[in-house]
């Protein structure tokens, strides 16, 4: 297939592209769109005929549901109702990375929720996003447009890179202000429970509910008795090709044990690559170091990790050494990819 890629600008887009692309999308085509997150691979929700096609494109297990993108607060005709709880979120939240999980009415098709009787909604704040939806005239399923397993794209040439060929449109161009995908709250039981954490934090979520939790299965590494309820957070997500340990600690002694680690890999003659941060980016002179931005703005770890995951792969590194950050406010999510993208390989000092 040809793909045409298109670059738009997001303050003034074209809108003549937009309004093919959203017709591509009605009539049942893929198109790739930035969103503030993270890049989606969208299709018509309510066309499973267009649905399976994502999970085509994507190679991505029949068992993980979709969520859905929505461009205004007129939700009612997708869901059986909106809790009081998610009707305050989308209020506070939306349009922002927050999905909120509620009972699905028939009109998702069961393609769209993996079998399941719930959805997951949300509204983007990404003006390009919320303009393709509403050329398109139906809610968006997207994923994330990479390959399943491999780390989600932050900017236009990584969905190139990954979908090339396999769908009618991408479209886009700036990189994600968030970088990580949605956090996502089921709204279904009471208290809310976050199924997966991002840019809208546990605070700010227990700011509205202090009863919110996060689903404890999801910081851990998944075993049978504990396991995850969104089914995408089973999967070993986020993963580079080379593998990555996490070296977890006091920061002083991290440093110190990734050093050792770093030459004890070179005697070896592996090629390492270290995962640092501003302020310790100059401590590890033999590796291939990369920042992911300053320790005392954990948005922008967030929002530069999967772009720095990516980097590592087409350097081709042998392993990939990574600082831990502390598990609070958006730090939380940067954890978890981070933790996911080691498969919880962990180095305590
Ligand atoms: O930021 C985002 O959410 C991005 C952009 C494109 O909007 N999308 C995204 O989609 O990350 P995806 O498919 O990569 O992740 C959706 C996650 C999966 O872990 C899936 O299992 C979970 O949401 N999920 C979707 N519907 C669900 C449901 N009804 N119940 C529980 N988990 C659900
Ligand atoms: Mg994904």
């Known amino acids: 297939m040809n793909t045409k890629i298109e670059l738009l600008d997001k303050e003034n887009p074209n809108i003549e592209i937009l309004k093919k692309a959203g017709a591509t999308i009605l009539n049942g085509g893929l198109v790739a769109f930035p969103t503030e997150t993270v890049y989606g691979l969208g299709a018509n929700a309510l066309d499973p005929e267009a649905v399976k096609k994502i999970f085509i494109a994507k190679g991505r297990p029949q068992d993980n549901p979709l969520i859905i993108h929505v461009a205004d607060f007129n939700i009612e005709k997708f869901v059986l109702e ?3 709880i998610a009707k305050k979120f989308m209020k506070k939240f939306w349009p922002g990375p927050l999905t909120i999980i509620m009972n699905k009415a028939e009109v998702i098709p069961y393609v769209t929720s993996a079998g399941l009787d719930s959805v997951g909604i949300r509204m983007p704040s990404n003006s390009v996003a919320r303009e393709l939806i509403r050329e398109a005239g139906v809610p968006i399923a997207a994923p994330s447009a990479n390959i399943s397993g491999r780390p989600s794209p932050t900017d236009i040439e990584t969905c190139v890179e990954d979908l090339n060929g396999k769908i009618e449109y991408i479209i886009g161009g700036e990189r ?3 970088g990580l995908e949605s956090t996502i709250v089921d709204c279904t039981v009471d208290p809310p429970c976050v199924l997966r954490p991002g840019g809208i934090t546990l605070e700010m979520l227990r700011e509205v509910d202090d009863r919110v939790y996060i689903d404890p299965a999801i910081m851990k590494k998944p075993d049978k008795n504990l396991k995850p309820k969104a089914p995408g957070m ?3 997500h986020y993963a580079p090709k080379a593998p990555v340990k996490i070296i977890d600690g006091d920061l002083n002694k991290s440093i110190a044990k990734i050093k050792e680690m770093v030459q004890n890999y070179i005697d070896n003659n592996m090629k ?3 995962m640092a941060t501003n302020e310790t ?4 002179s033999n590796a291939l170091v990369k920042s992911l931005g300053s320790r005392k703005d ?5 929002k530069n990790l999967f772009k720095v995951l990516r980097e590592f792969d087409d350097e081709n590194v ?3 050494l990574s600082e831990s950050f502390e598990e609070k406010e958006m730090g939380i999510a940067v954890m978890n990819r981070l933790k ?4 919880f390989d962990i180095i305590k000092v």
């Open 82 to 84: 909106i809790p009081d």
């Open 176 to 178: 994600c202000n968030v």
């Open 234 to 236: 089973k999967y070993r």
């Open 272 to 274: 390492v690559g270290v």
């Open 281 to 284: 980016l100059s401590e590890y």
């Open 298 to 302: 954990l948005y922008s770890i967030g």
């Open 318 to 320: 042998d392993i990939i």
């Open 340 to 343: 996911k993208a080691a498969g």
